[in-house]
């Protein structure tokens, strides 16, 4: 028996760009000795000190305190990481114990015997733009599995698939989007090596859901971003400009 993963991106990591503020105590249960391995990226990652939340109006800021912000909101004690560092660090992990991953190759559809996902089937190579095989055209194999585990991603094909079978189930997914920038700061910048930053209201809409982010990602470098839920009900709402106004807030536009 084997576990075999399979990565539409050429390398591990290519596909989690983003960053995180990251609950670093989950990996015991998976690599109990993550703390003493030097090339894991967790360790070198910013450790979060300074937690903030705070709700903002076009020109004002009100700090919401500590006692009044949900548990899952608090960062106090994690890591900002870049989630990409960390799955290449898991991958490295995963294929020393002994798993296959096979990078550049996409599943296309699920393969299905009697109502059971038995494996998966692997898209094509070398098609045309209209589909015609070409001189490297390779068929797309076919994986079968005892288990599949369907990990393909916001609004996956595989996923997309199980959904049209199994029905959205009692929690239909929610959807949204996030904007984000990497800011260069001066050497005496005031905001930290150790500072994440989350806020609501401004400038989003009562009725849009989301909030803003701001995090350390070094001594002088932080990330600024915005999420805003794709269920939004107003056509001239742009997430890139809902971020420009989101950064040119006093409070934001002070640190």
């Known amino acids: 028996e084997s576990v075999v993963v399979v990565e539409k991106a050429p390398h591990p990591g290519y596909h989690n760009l983003s960053g995180a503020v990251f ?40 700090r919401i305190p500590a006692f009044a912000v949900p548990p899952r909101m608090r ?19 995963a294929e020393r114990a002994g798993v296959e991953i096979h990078h550049g190759f996409a599943a296309g559809r699920l393969v299905l015997e009697r109502g059971t996902v038995r494996g998966v089937k692997l898209v094509d190579l070398g098609l045309g733009p209209g589909g015609e095989e070409r001189s490297n055209y390779l068929p797309g194999e076919t994986l079968e599995a005892k288990v599949t585990i369907i990990s393909d991603g916001s609004r996956g094909v595989l996923s997309g698939q199980l959904t049209e079978i199994l029905g959205p189930g009692h929690l239909p997914q929610v959807y949204s989007i996030g904007v984000k920038e990497i800011h260069k700061l001066p050497k005496d910048n005031d905001f930290g090596s150790d500072r994440a930053i989350h806020t609501l209201g401004f400038p989003l809409k009562r009725d849009v859901f989301g909030g803003g982010f701001i995090y350390s990602m070094g001594e002088d470098t932080v990330a600024v971003g915005l999420i805003l839920g794709l269920d939004w009900r107003y056509r001239d709402v742009s997430p890139q400009l809902e971020l420009e106004a989101f950064k040119r807030q006093p409070f934001v536009a002070g640190l």
């Open 23 to 62: 609950e670093a105590d989950c990996l015991d249960d998976l690599v109990r000795d993550w703390r003493d391995d030097p090339t894991c990226p967790v360790n070198a990652a910013p450790l979060i000190e300074r937690d903030e939340m705070y709700f903002l109006g076009a020109s004002r800021t009100m």
């Open 75 to 93: 960062h106090k004690g994690d890591r900002a990481i870049s989630s990409g560092k960390l799955v290449e660090w898991l991958s490295r992990l």
